[in-house]
């Protein structure tokens, strides 16, 4: 192989300070509450049905776990997750949302449901992100992570849960809903909005665990084998 060609020096540039999450301003708070009593309302005219092959919804269950779900089903992701918690209050979810301005409004309706978000992506303050989040799992929260966002592709899983799993220890538990009926949006996800009165049947899918000691080829198998158990249990 030639070597590179010589570059010009050029001048350094300004040293940019940490990435500040973006926050929800008033506007932006009034906005998150009619979004939270407009999800609270179309979730309780849902027929639900449940499919559990993790056992998360045991009565005896108090194990944490990382909840995988796609990007697209992100909506009716913190009802379900009120009732996988239903006469159990300790247990909190925390989950990762960007640090862009609009994070910053998802963030603010998450903690609406009593979730704690930990702010960043891939591309922005990720690893700070992954440190707040192994926080919460030390602290007994399990956490909810949408492995195909914020950008997509849709349906790909990357590979930032897999390391939360290796470093925590939890289970990664891969969870989708189906609607039989529902809007789905124009977006790179084709985000799914459920028609009123609807059915909504949830899977959770058996555990995955990822070894902390583990090899580069053994964990691109984990996750390509998490993306094909995601992708089984997912009908659009």
């Known amino acids: 192989m030639e070597p590179s060609p010589a570059k010009t020096p050029s001048k350094p540039a300004p040293t940019s300070g940490p990435v500040v999450p973006a926050q929800a301003r008033w506007h932006g708070k009034l906005a998150g509450l009619i979004a939270y009593g407009a999800t609270c309302a179309l979730a309780s005219t849902l027929r639900w049905s449940w499919e559990d092959r993790s056992g998360v919804l ?26 996988i918690t239903r006469g159990k209050p300790e247990r909190r979810l925390g989950t990762l949302v960007s640090a862009s301005r609009d994070g910053g409004l998802i963030a603010y309706i998450l903690e609406l449901f ?64 189906h609607l039989p009926r529902k809007k789905s949006l124009g977006s790179w996800d084709g985000f799914q909005i459920p028609l009123p009165f609807s059915r909504c049947h949830v899977t959770f899918d058996e555990p995955i665990l990822v070894p902390r000691d583990i090899s580069t080829e053994e964990f691109e198998r984990l996750r390509a084998h998490l993306e094909t158990r995601l992708r089984a249990i997912t009908r659009d």
């Open 58 to 83: 045991a009565p005896d269950h108090h194990q944490p776990v990382i909840y995988a779900a796609w990007h697209n089903r992100i909506l009716l992701s913190p009802h379900i997750f009120r009732y």
């Open 114 to 177: 009593q979730a704690i978000p930990a702010r960043g992506s891939s591309s922005r303050r990720g690893a700070q992100a992954l440190r707040d989040l192994l926080r919460l799992t030390r602290r007994g929260c399990d956490i909810a992570i949408t492995p195909d966002g914020p950008r997509g592709p849709r349906y790909h899983v990357q590979e930032g849960i897999l390391v939360l799993a290796q470093f925590s220890g939890l289970p990664i538990v891969p969870m989708a809903y």
